[in-house]
């Protein structure tokens, strides 16, 4: 069986980023993948948040700063990829070119796991 998906669902998030969910919770139903394409602009960054899946992040454009651990930062620029782990707790950020990525998480993203920070 194949299924064709030909159009993501966009996620509405504050600060400007856009997440087009390809496939996942939001837009198939898919609970145990989400590949989402996001686009974040210059110096966005996002509250800590505490997952509960694995994050898998390719960066097409730009770079993307993720805070872990004790106030270590790791920079993932354009061509490189990450892989955060659940339960770690995180933060995402961009410099000053903003960031154009992919994200594949498992089990799939929702608002619900994600445990953001408040």
Request: charge should be negative; aromatic fraction near 6%; include cysteine.
């Amino acid at each position: 069986m194949v299924d064709r998906y030909t159009e993501p669902v966009r996620i509405p998030v504050p600060g400007g980023k856009i997440i087009d969910e390809h496939i996942g919770a939001a837009s198939t139903g898919e609970r145990q993948v989400s590949i989402a394409h996001m686009q974040a602009p210059a110096d966005w960054s996002e509250p800590f948040q505490t997952p509960a899946f694995d994050e898998f992040t390719v960066v097409l454009r730009g770079a993307v700063i993720v805070e872990h651990g004790d106030g270590e930062s790791t920079t993932v620029n354009a061509g490189e990829s990450l892989k955060t782990t659940a339960g770690e707790r995180i933060r995402y950020s961009t410099g000053p070119d903003g960031a154009d990525y992919i994200a594949v998480c498992l089990p799939a993203f929702s608002p619900d796991t994600v445990h953001r920070d408040e």
